[in-house]
């Protein structure tokens, strides 16, 4: 694995040649094989967990690594560009951690964030339902609250990791005529509850090793200690939480350009066709220039807002949704261009380019889907210009 570009300074380079050896090692020779039985990628999740690598941006105190974000997303877009599956998978564990690190309990923290860390845990987080996702306050998974436990009732879907969960981050609703203000986030330790089921693994476009279902809950009683925060903390945990997903989502979305841009490279110098003077291959040449020019600058894009969001005082959720629209759009535009200059080869999945296109487009709908950010970012831009 390689960039063509020098690492941004905020990223550490021995953290990022031990993401590289991991994937040269385990992650990238299973890629294929994870896609094309849509088998979930374990070998490569616990070699990154083995490599002390779980959850970077974590204290190392309760077993993260203390990264830099910048430094989560770098190794990030490595891992998105040899294999989606993992990728997903790894990102996950690191969408469940955050939001317990950020409003758990002692207790729930101590508990569980060092097995997710370690990967002797698997995470999820459980926020869309078929009816509500954009819309959050239009949830319905209802939490009801009698004497000292909380009775859940309802269903989720979309939820990944959501079948081989040890520990689940869900937000449910208290009290459903009180919208946004209603929803409240719990942790579910499954192995510990009654009244939970999860769907079969859908059939995806792509991403197919990573494990996507629907998650029943049937009067499953928790108790109220399970509860994260108090009743109506969920709506602003959730916010906080998004950051770091679409940062994963943007990572991704620089990962599968690269990945789709390295396998045409690789078919071009199999040809012989980047030292060529022919026409055709110089044609070649002058694509591969600008493509390269779209990834260094959605990369460096990445990491800049990645800075932000480790130095800033709030949170830059504008900034965020304009890279996570970016960077995933060019996940996409990027290996479909791949695709097409590989010409019928493109079609090939020993090629390499088409599960890269295949793994990019969800990232443009997950995590809020585009329409949704380019609302956040509109309000922003009028927020601003009122402000002048
Ligand atoms: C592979 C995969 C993994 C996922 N993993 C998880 C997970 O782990 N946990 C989890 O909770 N969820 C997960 N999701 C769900 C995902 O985050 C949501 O599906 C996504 O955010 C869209 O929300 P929605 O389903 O409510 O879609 P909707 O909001 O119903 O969107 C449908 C369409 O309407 C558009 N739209 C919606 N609102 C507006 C508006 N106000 N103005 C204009 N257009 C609008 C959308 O852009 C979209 O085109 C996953 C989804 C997939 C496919």
Redesign the pocket.
């Known amino acids: 694995m390689s960039t063509p570009q020098a690492l941004w300074a905020s990223v550490d380079a021995e953290v990022i040649a031990t993401v590289d050896r991991v994937i040269e090692r385990t992650i990238a020779p299973e890629a294929r094989l994870v896609d094309s039985v849509a088998e979930f990628p374990s070998a490569g999740l616990a070699g990154l967990c083995d490599a002390g690598l779980g959850i970077m941006q974590l204290p190392t105190s309760i077993g993260g690594t203390e990264t830099s974000t910048s430094t989560y997303a770098e190794a990030l877009s490595r891992i998105a560009a040899a294999c989606g599956s993992t990728s ?1 998978v790894y990102m ?1 564990q690191m ?1 469940a951690a955050h939001p317990i690190h950020l409003q758990g309990s002692e207790e729930q923290i101590q508990t569980w964030v060092p097995r997710l860390c370690d990967g002797s845990a698997i995470g ?5 339902e078929p009816e ?4 959050v306050g239009a949830m319905r998974t209802v939490a009801r609250r009698e004497g000292d436990h909380y009775v859940i009732n309802g269903e ?7 079948d081989r969960a040890n520990v689940i981050v869900l937000f449910a609703t208290v009290d459903s005529s009180r919208g946004k203000d209603g929803v409240t986030a719990f942790l579910l330790d499954t192995e510990a509850v009654t009244g939970l089921e999860p769907g079969v693994p859908m059939h ?1 476009l792509g ?1 197919k090793g ?1 494990s ?1 279902v629907t998650l029943s809950f049937q009067d499953c009683r928790i108790p109220v200690g399970a509860r994260m925060g108090e009743e109506g903390e969920g709506y602003p945990l959730l916010l906080r939480s998004v950051v770091r997903s679409r940062i994963s989502a943007a990572a991704q979305g620089v990962g599968f350009a690269q990945g789709a841009f390295d396998a045409l490279v690789a078919w071009a110098m199999q040809r012989d066709l980047l030292s060529s003077k022919i026409a055709e291959a110089q044609d070649l040449q002058f694509a591969l220039a600008r493509l390269r020019g779209e990834i260094t600058a959605a990369r460096a894009m990445l990491m800049s807002v990645s800075d932000l969001v480790d130095n800033a005082e709030d949170e830059p959720v504008a900034e965020v949704s304009l890279l996570k629209m970016h960077c995933t759009t060019l996940g996409t535009t990027v290996a479909a261009r791949c695709v097409e200059l590989l010409g019928p080869d493109g079609d090939l999945v020993s090629a390499g380019a088409e599960r890269r296109l295949r793994d990019a487009k ?1 990232t443009e ?8 950010q380019s ?1 956040l970012v509109a309000r922003d831009i009028r927020l601003s210009a009122g402000a002048r």
């Open positions: 997903t996950t969408h999820s987080i459980a926020l869309t509500a996702g954009s819309d989720k879907t979309f939820i990944s990791n959501g995806k991403q990573a996507t969800i709908i997950y995590d809020g889907t585009n329409q949704v609302m």
